[in-house]
């Protein structure tokens, strides 16, 4: 990463615009809110914004963003169509294309949604020396598609989404406490130890991301995962819509401070 360790969110945004920032997020602008995107067509808007709000675990919303508008609140100067690192793109319940910017596909008619993202509370666990292996190893966090059901709404429907960080045995409760603080990132695991549990076959294999070693005396735990609007994408067949690629967030200029409780 080099000058980009210690980056600004401004910086990284202008990074990713300027294709000189092309991986996963995590560890970038610590104290800063990162954020996972969904852009639906309008019409599809009430439905996803029902969606979030039956299903606030995996789908805390930071920011709704206007048809056509491409500049959030929570990072004046940026633009949604560039300035994540990956993007994907699904049309009719397939994922087409991953793409490093949008520009060509905007429309008038998407509404951006920006939802938290568990990077955000990474920073506190680190502080309170819960370790983050995916970090460690520079890799992405991995994410499973569990058998758990959302909630549906309108057209939305489909599997809840997990990431993964194993932690060690003593330091659990210490995680469960730290992240309860965030709830509009995620907040508390919604699991943790026996992944046959949420219907996850082997820890080696995620359906997102990248697999992380799991030490003796480590716990795998679980947290809600803002991929879990791509499942949805993909579950419920929606002609189009354009999301981050997994693990590659828009950094805001929200400080991760203005969101504990």
Request: hydrophobic fraction near 40%; charged fraction near 25%.
């Amino acid at each position: 990463m080099g000058d980009l360790d210690h980056a600004t969110p401004a910086e990284l945004r202008r990074a990713c615009r300027d294709g000189r920032l092309d991986r996963p997020t995590s560890g970038l602008a610590n104290g800063h809110v990162q954020a996972n995107l969904m852009v639906v067509p309008r019409e599809a808007a009430f439905d996803f914004l029902l969606f979030c709000q039956r299903n606030p675990k995996p789908c805390p919303v930071i920011e709704v963003v206007e048809a056509g508008r491409v500049e959030p609140a929570c990072a004046p100067g940026a633009d949604l169509r560039t300035d994540l690192p990956r993007y994907r793109v699904y049309r009719d319940g397939e994922l087409a294309e991953e793409r490093a910017e949008v520009r060509d596909l905007w429309r008038d008619d998407l509404v951006s949604f920006l939802v938290g993202c568990s990077f955000s509370f990474e920073e506190a666990l680190a502080t309170a020396g819960v370790p983050l292996r995916h970090v460690e190893a520079c890799t992405n966090v991995p994410m499973y598609r569990t058998s758990v059901q959302t909630t549906p709404a309108g057209r939305f429907r489909g599997p809840l989404v997990v990431s993964m960080r194993p932690i060690p045995g003593a330091l659990v409760p210490r995680a469960v406490q730290v992240t309860a603080r965030f709830e509009r990132v995620h907040g508390a695991p919604v699991h943790a130890g026996a992944p046959e549990a949420l219907g996850i076959r082997d820890l080696a294999r995620p359906d997102w991301g990248d697999p992380v070693e799991i030490r003796p005396g480590e716990i795998p735990v679980f947290w809600a995962c803002g991929v879990t609007p791509q499942a949805a994408a993909l579950a419920s067949r929606l002609p189009f819509c354009i999301t981050h690629a997994p693990g590659h967030m828009l950094v805001t200029d929200l400080l991760n401070a203005s969101l504990a409780s």
